[in-house]
C-alpha cells in the first residue's frame, strides 16, 4: 500500500509517544473538572479506589468484600485484584509526597493514561500486522478523541476495567493477526487475563475463537489448538493466583471458575484429537471433526451454572430486573439507549462496513486481505455485541481504527484536491464526519430528550443540581441509608458506612433499599430501623430516587422530593432543602 500524506509530520519522524502526550494534555484538559472536584465519573470507580485502599491497608489479597458496606458482614464483590494493581503502584508512589486525597486523585489520573498508551501500543502492533504504514497508523490513533468511548473509558478519573478489557480484547486480536501457533497460545493465555477482568467478555472471546475454528475448517491450519490450550493452562493458573484455594470448588457465573476451566480444557482436548480422526485433508473432514467440539463444552459450563452461564445476570429477582438493571443504560441495548448513543453504536458499525468495502476493492495481496477479512469479523462481531449491551462499544470502537485510517486515506486526498478553501474545509470535516461515530453522535443530542429510553423522569430530577457528599465529613461516623448509586461515594468521600451499592451478589440488600424508598412508608421505617441506619441521605440529582418515585405511588422517594418526609425522619439543619437532602431517624 502507498502512503499518502495524510498527517504533516507524521513520515518525518512523529512518534507514537508524542501522539499519546498531545492526546494526554487533551484528555486532561477535558477532565480537568472532575480532577480539580476529585470526583469519579461512575460508582464503580470509587468502588475500585476502595478496593485499593483496603489491599494498601492490610486487607488479604484474596478478600474483596467492602465491609463499610452492610457493616459488619460486608458487601461482597465478584472482582479480582488484577485491575488493582497498577493503581496500587501508582497510589503507593504518589503517597511519597502528596497528601492522601491528591495521591489518590493522581494516581486516577495516571493510570487511564498509561492504558490509553499500552491501548495506543498493541493496536500500532494490530494495524502494522495489517500492513498499515506508519503515518496511517499515527493518524488512526491520533483520532481517538473522536471515538466517544474511547476518550470517555481513557479519561483522567476513569479507573474502573472497561479500559483494561478493551486492551486485553485488542492484544488477542493482534496475536489472531500474527497467524503462528505462539501467537496462539499467548492469545489464549490473555484471554484468560481478559475474562477475569470480567467474563462479559465471553461473547468477543468466542468470536474470536470462532476465526481460529474457521481457519482450521477451511484452511487446515491448527493455531486454534494452540489458542484453546493457553486459555485452558492459563485460567486455573491464574485462579490459584487470585482466589483462595478454598475458592476453587466454587462455581461462579460471574467469573471464571471450574466449570468454564472444564469448558476450555474439553474444547482443547477435542481438537486436538481431530488430529487421529480421518478425513483431515478435506474441508469436509475438518468440518466433521469439529462436530463433537460444543457438546464437550457446552454441558461443562451449562449443567452445572445454568442459564447464568450465559448470563450472570439471569439470576436477579425480578424486582431487581425491573427496578434497577433496566435503567443500567451502560448495559442497555441499542433500542433502549439515548438517540445520540445510539447513533454512535450504529456509526461505529458504518465505520467497520466502509473500512470492509475498500479492504474488497482495493488491490492486495491474499494473505493481507484475508487477515483484514479475519480482523473485520472480531471487530464486526464486537460492534453487533455493543448493539445488545452498549459498553461493549469500547472493544468495537478501537478495534475500528484501523478502519477509520482507510476511510480517511481514501477520502482526505480528494477533499485536499479541491479548488477552494472553502469546499476543502468543509470536505475535510465530512471525512472525519464519515470515518469517526463522535460527529453522527453529536448531531443526534437534539432528540436525547424524545427518544431516551427511561423510567426515571421526574419533574424534580436535577432542580437543585449536583450534590457534593463531602460535607458530610463534618458529621460524627455515621451508619447511612442511601440510594443504591451513592453507597461507593459516601464510602471513598467520607469515613461514614453505608448499606449497599449496585453489586449483584448481594441482592437482598438491594432490594431491601430499593423497597425501603419505592414501598409503602410503614414498610420503610422497618427496614430502615433494621438495617440500624443513622440517617437517610438522598441527592435530589440522583437517577435512582428518581426512578424509586415510579415504583408504588405516595413513597419515601417522593416524600423526599415534595420536601413531606414522615415524621420519623428529622431533616438534619441545613439538609432539608437543596440537593443534598439528609435526615436523622429517630
Same mark, same amino acid.
Given at each position: 500500500?502507498?502512503?499518502?500524506?495524510?498527517?504533516?509530520?507524521?513520515?518525518?519522524?512523529?512518534?507514537?509517544?508524542?501522539?499519546?502526550?498531545?492526546?494526554?494534555?487533551?484528555?486532561?484538559?477535558?477532565?480537568?473538572?472532575?480532577?480539580?472536584?476529585?470526583?469519579?465519573?461512575?460508582?464503580?470507580?470509587?468502588?475500585?479506589?476502595?478496593?485499593?485502599?483496603?489491599?494498601?491497608?492490610?486487607?488479604?489479597?484474596?478478600?474483596?468484600?467492602?465491609?463499610?458496606?452492610?457493616?459488619?458482614?460486608?458487601?461482597?464483590?465478584?472482582?479480582?485484584?488484577?485491575?488493582?494493581?497498577?493503581?496500587?503502584?501508582?497510589?503507593?508512589?504518589?503517597?511519597?509526597?502528596?497528601?492522601?486525597?491528591?495521591?489518590?486523585?493522581?494516581?486516577?489520573?495516571?493510570?487511564?493514561?498509561?492504558?490509553?498508551?499500552?491501548?495506543?501500543?498493541?493496536?500500532?502492533?494490530?494495524?502494522?500486522?495489517?500492513?498499515?504504514?506508519?503515518?496511517?497508523?499515527?493518524?488512526?490513533?491520533?483520532?481517538?478523541?473522536?471515538?466517544?468511548?474511547?476518550?470517555?473509558?481513557?479519561?483522567?478519573?476513569?479507573?474502573?476495567?472497561?479500559?483494561?478489557?478493551?486492551?486485553?480484547?485488542?492484544?488477542?486480536?493482534?496475536?489472531?493477526?500474527?497467524?503462528?501457533?505462539?501467537?496462539?497460545?499467548?492469545?489464549?493465555?490473555?484471554?484468560?487475563?481478559?475474562?477475569?477482568?470480567?467474563?462479559?467478555?465471553?461473547?468477543?472471546?468466542?468470536?474470536?475463537?470462532?476465526?481460529?475454528?474457521?481457519?482450521?475448517?477451511?484452511?487446515?491450519?491448527?493455531?486454534?489448538?494452540?489458542?484453546?490450550?493457553?486459555?485452558?493452562?492459563?485460567?486455573?493458573?491464574?485462579?490459584?493466583?487470585?482466589?483462595?484455594?478454598?475458592?476453587?470448588?466454587?462455581?461462579?457465573?460471574?467469573?471464571?471458575?471450574?466449570?468454564?476451566?472444564?469448558?476450555?480444557?474439553?474444547?482443547?482436548?477435542?481438537?486436538?484429537?481431530?488430529?487421529?480422526?480421518?478425513?483431515?485433508?478435506?474441508?469436509?473432514?475438518?468440518?466433521?471433526?469439529? $462436530?463433537?467440539? *460444543?457438546?464437550? +463444552?457446552?454441558? #461443562? !459450563?451449562?449443567?452445572?451454572? &445454568?442459564?447464568? %452461564?450465559?448470563?450472570?445476570? =439471569?439470576?436477579?429477582?425480578?424486582?431487581?430486573?425491573?427496578?434497577?438493571?433496566?435503567?443500567?443504560?451502560?448495559?442497555?441495548?441499542?433500542?433502549?439507549?439515548?438517540?445520540?448513543?445510539?447513533?454512535?453504536?450504529?456509526?461505529?458499525?458504518?465505520?467497520?462496513?466502509?473500512?470492509?468495502?475498500?479492504?474488497?476493492?482495493?488491490?492486495?495481496?491474499?494473505?493481507?486481505?484475508?487477515?483484514?477479512?479475519?480482523?473485520?469479523?472480531?471487530?464486526?462481531?464486537?460492534?453487533?455485541?455493543?448493539?445488545?449491551?452498549?459498553?461493549?462499544?469500547?472493544?468495537?470502537?478501537?478495534?475500528?481504527?484501523?478502519?477509520?485510517?482507510?476511510?480517511?486515506?481514501?477520502?482526505?486526498?480528494?477533499?485536499?484536491?479541491?479548488?477552494?478553501?472553502?469546499?476543502?474545509?468543509?470536505?475535510?470535516?465530512?471525512?472525519?464526519? $464519515?470515518?469517526? *461515530?463522535?460527529? +453522527?453522535?453529536? #448531531? !443526534?443530542?437534539?432528540?436525547? &430528550?424524545?427518544? %431516551?429510553?427511561?423510567?426515571? =423522569?421526574?419533574?424534580?430530577?436535577?432542580?437543585?443540581?449536583?450534590?457534593?457528599?463531602?460535607?458530610?465529613?463534618?458529621?460524627?461516623?455515621?451508619?447511612?441509608?442511601?440510594?443504591?448509586?451513592?453507597?461507593?461515594?459516601?464510602?471513598?468521600?467520607?469515613?461514614?458506612?453505608?448499606?449497599?451499592?449496585?453489586?449483584?451478589?448481594?441482592?437482598?440488600?438491594?432490594?431491601?433499599?430499593?423497597?425501603?424508598?419505592?414501598?409503602?412508608?410503614?414498610?420503610?421505617?422497618?427496614?430502615?430501623?433494621?438495617?440500624?441506619?443513622?440517617?437517610?441521605?438522598?441527592?435530589?440529582?440522583?437517577?435512582?430516587?428518581?426512578?424509586?418515585?415510579?415504583?408504588?405511588?405516595?413513597?419515601?422517594?417522593?416524600?423526599?422530593?415534595?420536601?413531606?418526609?414522615?415524621?420519623?425522619?428529622?431533616?438534619?439543619?441545613?439538609?432539608?432543602?437543596?440537593?443534598?437532602?439528609?435526615?436523622?431517624?429517630?
Amino acid at each position: 500500500m502507498t502512503e499518502p500524506k495524510l498527517l504533516p509530520g507524521a513520515e518525518p519522524g512523529l512518534k507514537l509517544w508524542q501522539v499519546w502526550l498531545a492526546l494526554v494534555l487533551f484528555m486532561t484538559i477535558q477532565a480537568l473538572p472532575l480532577i480539580w472536584n476529585q470526583t469519579a465519573q461512575e460508582p464503580d470507580d470509587y468502588v475500585r479506589l476502595l478496593q485499593v485502599r483496603d489491599l494498601l491497608n492490610g486487607q488479604s489479597w484474596f478478600d474483596t468484600r467492602q465491609y463499610r458496606m452492610d457493616p459488619p458482614f460486608g458487601m461482597e464483590m465478584h472482582w479480582v485484584r488484577l485491575v488493582d494493581i497498577p493503581i496500587a503502584i501508582a497510589l503507593g508512589f504518589f503517597k511519597l509526597f502528596l497528601a492522601p486525597s491528591w495521591a489518590e486523585t493522581a494516581a486516577m489520573t495516571v493510570v487511564p493514561l498509561f492504558q490509553l498508551f499500552i491501548a495506543m501500543l498493541v493496536m500500532r502492533g494490530a494495524m502494522r500486522k495489517l500492513g498499515l504504514p506508519p503515518g496511517q497508523v499515527l493518524m488512526a490513533l491520533a483520532i481517538i478523541p473522536l471515538f466517544p468511548l474511547l476518550l470517555s473509558n481513557f479519561m483522567p478519573m476513569r479507573i474502573d476495567h472497561h479500559g483494561w478489557q478493551a486492551v486485553a480484547a485488542a492484544f488477542v486480536t493482534w496475536m489472531l493477526l500474527c497467524g503462528t501457533k505462539r501467537a496462539a497460545f499467548a492469545g489464549g493465555a490473555i484471554t484468560a487475563v481478559w475474562l477475569y477482568i470480567s467474563v462479559e467478555g465471553m461473547p468477543l472471546a468466542a468470536a474470536i475463537g470462532a476465526v481460529y475454528a474457521w481457519r482450521y475448517w477451511w484452511q487446515g491450519r491448527r493455531e486454534i489448538e494452540s489458542f484453546l490450550l493457553g486459555l485452558a493452562l492459563a485460567g486455573p493458573a491464574q485462579f490459584l493466583v487470585l482466589r483462595p484455594l478454598s475458592d476453587y470448588a466454587s462455581a461462579y457465573c460471574d467469573m471464571l471458575s471450574w466449570p468454564h476451566f472444564l469448558a476450555f480444557a474439553g474444547a482443547a482436548a477435542a481438537f486436538m484429537l481431530t488430529r487421529i480422526l480421518p478425513g483431515q485433508a478435506s474441508r469436509s473432514g475438518r468440518l466433521l471433526a469439529m $462436530i463433537p467440539v *460444543p457438546f464437550v +463444552a457446552a454441558p #461443562a !459450563l451449562l449443567l452445572p451454572l &445454568g442459564i447464568c %452461564a450465559v448470563s450472570p445476570m =439471569a439470576t436477579l429477582a425480578p424486582i431487581l430486573h425491573d427496578h434497577w438493571w433496566v435503567y443500567l443504560i451502560e448495559s442497555a441495548p441499542l433500542w433502549k439507549q439515548h438517540a445520540s448513543a445510539a447513533g454512535m453504536l450504529i456509526a461505529t458499525i458504518v465505520v467497520i462496513a466502509l473500512g470492509l468495502r475498500l479492504v474488497f476493492q482495493q488491490e492486495m495481496e491474499a494473505g493481507e486481505r484475508q487477515r483484514w477479512i479475519e480482523y473485520g469479523a472480531v471487530a464486526g462481531a464486537a460492534g453487533a455485541i455493543s448493539l445488545i449491551v452498549m459498553r461493549g462499544g469500547i472493544n468495537a470502537q478501537l478495534l475500528a481504527l484501523p478502519f477509520a485510517a482507510l476511510i480517511l486515506r481514501e477520502l482526505l486526498p480528494r477533499a485536499r484536491a479541491l479548488p477552494g478553501m472553502g469546499q476543502r474545509v468543509l470536505a475535510t470535516f465530512a471525512c472525519f464526519v $464519515i470515518a469517526t *461515530p463522535t460527529l +453522527a453522535s453529536g #448531531a !443526534l443530542k437534539v432528540f436525547d &430528550g424524545r427518544t %431516551a429510553y427511561t423510567l426515571v =423522569a421526574n419533574p424534580y430530577l436535577n432542580q437543585d443540581g449536583p450534590c457534593d457528599i463531602r460535607v458530610l465529613r463534618k458529621l460524627p461516623p455515621a451508619h447511612m441509608f442511601a440510594t443504591i448509586d451513592r453507597g461507593p461515594e459516601i464510602l471513598v468521600r467520607t469515613h461514614h458506612t453505608a448499606v449497599v451499592g449496585g453489586y449483584h451478589r448481594n441482592q437482598k440488600k438491594m432490594i431491601e433499599v430499593l423497597m425501603a424508598f419505592s414501598g409503602p412508608i410503614d414498610q420503610a421505617r422497618s427496614i430502615i430501623k433494621a438495617n440500624h441506619a443513622d440517617y437517610v441521605i438522598a441527592c435530589t440529582g440522583s437517577p435512582d430516587l428518581a426512578a424509586y418515585t415510579n415504583f408504588g405511588k405516595d413513597n419515601l422517594a417522593d416524600r423526599i422530593f415534595e420536601k413531606r418526609v414522615p415524621d420519623w425522619l428529622q431533616p438534619v439543619p441545613g439538609f432539608a432543602t437543596g440537593n443534598l437532602r439528609l435526615y436523622r431517624v429517630r
